[in-house]
């Protein structure tokens, strides 16, 4: 009988949790974010297939960080098509807006992808269906092929959702790999020194230690 009861309350215990964990799975779901995200548009050196092909990265990399409910591409076309509405350059707040009220969200996304010389340029607006305001305005600039944006999509994803991206330290990189390679140069010179001398075993002095004050910057 002792067997018995244990039994049951072990298996009321994990049940209760199993039931806790979904509940507040679903309120996690019902509490996230609507958005739609409008094919970017192309402007010179850009073309449309490239701009809607980053744009589903960028949808893709939404996804993945779990933070929005995303109205996938194929089921936004159909609702604005059945609305009579055009979303082909579609970038303005107005025209983002109006887009998002007929869809249902909260948030919608509109950008821009171009190119500037040999720089490629992209430029997102997050904005908020209820009030119309920009709640952010995000830009990215990529020397290089056009498939480089592609990794980009994952660092405006971030931006998008309010999450830290990593930023380039700028000179700060050089200079670490300079300090590294002056206390290894300096301390194969230590060893070098130390074993030609087999009669004295010299006292360590201050001069042979780093300096604490390298690499520039710290």
């Known amino acids: 009988m002792k067997n018995i009861t244990t039994w049951i309350m072990i298996s009321s215990f994990i049940f209760y949790i199993i039931i806790g964990n979904l509940s507040n799975s679903y ?8 958005i739609a995200v409008l094919t970017f548009q192309s402007k010179g050196g850009i073309s449309g297939n490239e701009a809607s092909t980053l744009t589903d990265r960028l949808r893709t990399e939404l996804v993945k960080l779990g933070t929005f409910t995303i109205l996938e591409r194929g089921q936004m076309n159909e ?8 979303a082909s350059g579609c970038t303005s707040s107005e025209c983002a807006i109006e ?3 007929l869809l249902g969200v909260q948030m919608m996304i509109a950008g ?29 600039d990529h020397r290089g ?6 990794k ?25 790999w300079v300090g590294l390679g002056v206390v290894v140069l300096g ?29 520039p910057g710290n």
């Not at 992209?122 to 830009?139: E, H, K």
């Open 145 to 150: 092929d056009v498939s480089g944006l592609l």
């Open 152 to 176: 980009v999509m994952k660092r405006i994803a971030r931006k998008a959702a309010g999450l830290k991206v990593d930023e380039d330290k700028g000179g700060g990189f050089p200079w670490l």
């Open 112 to 140: 821009d992808v171009g190119k500037v010389g040999n720089v490629l340029t992209i430029d997102v607006r997050l904005f908020d269906v209820s009030t119309g305001r920009i709640v952010r305005a995000i830009q990215e």
């Open 27 to 34: 309120a996690q779901q019902k509490q996230k974010t609507t």
């Open 79 to 86: 609702i604005l098509e059945e609305q009579g509405f055009s």
């Open 99 to 101: 887009a998002g009220r």
């Open 187 to 215: 301390g194969g010179a230590a060893v070098l020194l130390g074993g030609s001398d087999t009669t004295s075993d010299p006292e360590p002095t201050d001069n042979s230690l780093p300096d604490p004050s390298w690499p």
